[in-house]
């Protein structure tokens, strides 16, 4: 091969290397980028943020009506007159109001949840799309060198709850846990 051939073929994987580095370039500003003030990644933690608050001031009132319903049919059961009975009962009306109106919730948390997993499918394009520039063969060698070399983490399993039942942990083996 010649000193002709030599250059030509380092300006080929030079030219090369540019492009894949001007790829790996964009990728990575396609997932930092802002949608407004937020960058996709902020925006999905401000959605889970608000998603459990949300939950958690729906159970509360849930909790707070089904206890008043529970406290106002103890006093139905009393002695009264027609005229409290009907208070009673216009308050037990009213508390399974409230219980109605925290369950429904479940639609603003349908649109968190929407918005949160597209974001994270967006971001697993762009991984996806990154891995391809730079090689599963070389990610999957990077990946067993930093394993082999880190200790094993305390992290919070990100499996969450059993999506099938054969999934799932039985109760015995949970019981097990705290003999």
Do not use: W
């Amino acid at each position: 091969m010649g000193i002709a051939a030599t250059d030509e073929r380092l300006h080929t994987e030079l030219d090369n290397l540019i492009h894949y580095v001007e790829r790996l370039r964009q990728e990575l500003a396609n997932i930092t980028r802002k949608k407004g003030e937020r960058s996709d990644f902020e925006n999905m933690s401000v959605q889970l943020d608000a998603l459990i608050k949300n939950t958690e001031e729906a159970s509360y009132e849930i909790l707070k009506s089904s206890e008043d319903i529970l406290e106002t049919v103890d006093k139905l059961r009393e002695d009264n007159s027609e005229e409290d009975r009907n208070k009673l009962c216009d308050l037990i009306t009213s508390s399974a109001m409230g219980t109605l109106q925290a369950c429904s919730f479940q639609d603003i948390t349908g649109q968190r949840v929407t918005k949160i997993l597209r974001s994270v499918q967006f971001v697993e394009e762009r991984v996806n799309s990154m891995a391809e520039i730079y090689g599963e063969a070389s990610i999957t060698t990077l990946g067993l060198e930093i394993s082999a070399n880190e200790e094993p983490s305390e992290e919070v399993c990100m499996d969450g709850p059993a999506v099938h039942a054969e999934e799932a942990i039985s109760q015995d083996d949970i019981d097990a846990l705290f003999d």
